[in-house]
Nanobody, 127 residues
Framework: QVQLVESGGGLVQAGGSLRLSCAASGRTFSSYAMGWFRQAPGKEREFVSAISRSGGMTYYADSVKGRFSISRDNGKITVYLQMNSLKPEDTAVYYC????????????????????WGKGTLVTVSS
């Protein structure tokens, strides 16, 4: 069992930055690929970014490429999402998820393959 707790959300002006953290419990964190997802009110969940178990492979949605950066610290059992040049359309609840199989998560576009989810942290970007 892996528990995930997101933090770092808040209110920021357009053009600003935030860093989200997802702290995991358990000793098997390094066994999981990690992903960040977001869901805005009235919209479908979006697969934002992901990082492989070792951190050697990353994925970014086109909507955040060049602005967001994912990283992980297996020693601190935490995954991060650095968000720069934020836009009002980035407003959403952001969730992290753990996946046993990187390839499955990526091939599925984040639609399935995740084993554990956090409860989310709200990011609001004002114009």
């Amino acid at each position: 069992q892996v528990q995930l707790v997101e933090s770092g959300g808040g209110l920021v002006q357009a053009g600003g930055s935030l860093r989200l953290s997802c702290a995991a419990s358990g000793r098997t964190f390094s066994s999981y690929a990690m992903g960040w997802f977001r869901q805005a009110p009235g919209k479908e969940r979006e697969f934002v970014s992901a990082i492989s178990r070792s951190g050697g492979m990353t994925y970014y949605a086109d909507s955040v490429k060049g602005r967001f950066s994912i990283s992980r610290d297996n020693g601190k059992i935490t995954v991060y999402l650095q968000m720069n040049s934020l836009k009002p359309e980035d407003t959403a609840v952001y969730y992290c998820a753990a996946a046993t199989a990187w390839a499955t998560m990526i091939a599925a576009g984040g639609r399935y393959g995740m084993d554990y989810w956090g409860k989310g942290t709200l990011v609001t970007v004002s114009s």
